[in-house]
């Protein structure tokens, strides 16, 4: 394929929400779909021994949640994903704040039982600071939640931006009966405890169809057809310059943990989505279909595979075509680096890739060479913006108990600053050493 044709084919987004809304869930939902995986990991079951795909540290299998970015890249129809599952929990915000630097659209993961938390406030200003195109799903619709209305409501005053109700709930909790897709008039109906791919959806072309009664009862089917009533006559239509510029963000709803309404949520983000972007730089933009490569390092990932104390540095193609066995010039340090062997992801799956276009996400071995916000380029000297740093908030005072063993305390601690995990200060007299985080489990 040409450049444009391989640009056009990517879609790179990130999951974010507060913890516990379903992200991962949602995550290897998608994966499923994609393919990529056959069996989805019971995220909080204690019953099966899988943990979820996309969490592969110790901390997050125990915890059930994610603390780390993970990447995973996959096929579905004519499109190659890759998807960005961000940790929720704030002590680690800062990783999913540079994660956002590295994709070009975000689905934000909503749960209908506590509407828009804290988290989700804090992330969709960032999205909003960078015009990055939303696409909404509220999840967990089997269970006792807020009324629909009212979460669109609470969308739109607390996030600060237009929506447009995409598909839409039959009941809600124990009256849930299916959903409502308005693009394409299909109504899908729940099935319980359902973990397998959906079927395909019963086409209602008209909701006065009589068929409509049959399906849901005459209540609620008179119940649908007065929402969509009210929706087609509230809501602006979905305009998709308007959604791509993150004036608008389609609104679609359903239950992650049972497989239900994320069909749809795939099949129109990979319609409307947008493809790869022009990046800022201290020289002006760089467009994604100039034909010199470059790419930014976003995040540094120690030990994926402890059996091989590997360290991994993911870069994010911008522009222009990578190669594997090829030097690019590292703009910091003004040298040229080769790289044998870049990997794509699928969580802590690596394989090893021949090339890399904008949009891809790829891991590069790293003997110490690369800290976040670094870039490389095909002979450019450049450097891209907007990779941000943070302040710590919480303070430790670091005790080597083993004066044996301080080349290799003063080592880790050297990466976990380079991963952007940790600060390291020095107190004199004394020259006690202080390491600063933003989180408390950070220090775990």
Known sequence: MSLPQEIERRRTFAIISHPDAGKTTLTEKFLLYGGAIQTAGAVKSNKIRRGATSDFLEIE???????????????????????????????????????????????????CVKGVEAQTERLMEVCRMRNT????????????????????????????????????????GATFQGVYDLHSKGL???????????????????????????????????????????????????????????????????????????KELLDAFVDIAPPPGPRATDQGEVQPDDKRFSGFVFKIHANIDPNHRDRIAFLRVCSGHFERNTYYNHVRLGKELRFATPTTFLAAQKTIVEEAWPGDVIGLFDTGNFKIGDTLTEGANFNFRGIPAFSPELFRELVNQDPMKSKQLEKGIRQLTDEGVAQLYTQQPGNKKIVGCVGELQFR
């Open 61 to 111: 299998r125990q915890r059930g949640i994610s603390v780390t970015t993970s990447v995973m890249t996959f096929d579905y129809g004519d499109r190659l994903i890759n998807l960005l599952d961000t940790p929720g929990h704030r002590d680690f915000a800062e990783d999913t704040y540079r994660t956002l630097t590295a994709v070009d659209s975000v689905i934000l993961v909503i749960d």
């Open 133 to 172: 195109p939303v696409i909404v799903f509220i999840n967990k619709l089997d269970l006792e939640g807020q009324d629909p209305f009212d979460l669109l409501d609470e969308l739109e005053e607390k996030l600060s931006i237009k929506v447009r109700p995409m598909s839409w709930p039959v009941g809600i």
């Open 188 to 262: 899908r109906l729940f099935d319980p405890g359902k973990t397998k791919l959906e079927k395909a959806s019963t086409r209602i072309s008209d909701l006065a169809d009589p068929q409509l009664d049959k399906l849901l009862g005459a209540d609620p089917a008179n119940e649908l057809r007065a929402s969509i009533e009210l929706i087609e006559g509230v809501y602006e239509p979905l305009s998709i310059e308007a959604y791509r510029s993150a004036r608008i963000a389609p609104v679609f709803f359903g239950s992650a943990f049972n497989n239900f309404g994320v």
